[in-house]
């Protein structure tokens, strides 16, 4: 009598694990427009300013100028990977050809490299972690 809660919690958690196996092995996404969605915006807006620290510039002098990059990108029409390496040193000195590797969203993406974060290393791995966790019920 004294465990009855548990064995009802558990099997609620095996219920729950049940539907969500079904929900996700059926789920298909639409590759091409979530990368299409992705390029939209300044998503890598953060990842520049982040690039400027990593160059020493001070974070708030970084903001300012990706602020201004931004603007400027917005009167152009133009996305911050668009922009000429002459177009962002205009902002800032310390932007160099290296730059690139950050702009985009797979730019932004491949930054991310520690375990559990969002990188497409990581999440291949989580998925396969998954996929073996739930396969096996």
Known sequence: EDKVHIFTASDTVE?????????????????????????????DATAL?????????????????????VAYCEQQNKKLAELSL????????????????????????DKYVTAGSAGPKQATEQIAYWNKQLGQR
């Open 86 to 109: 002459e177009e962002l040193q205009k902002y800032s000195v310390s932007i160099e050809t290296d730059v690139y590797e950050n702009l985009g969203a797979a730019g932004v993406a």
């Open 49 to 69: 300013v982040e690039y400027l620290v990593g160059k020493g510039v001070a974070f708030r002098e970084a903001h300012g100028i990706v602020g201004s990059l």
């Open 15 to 43: 219920a729950c694990l049940d539907v969500a196996r079904a929900i996700v092995s059926h789920t298909k996404f639409n590759t091409n427009k979530i990368l299409a969605e992705l390029e939209e915006g300044f998503l």
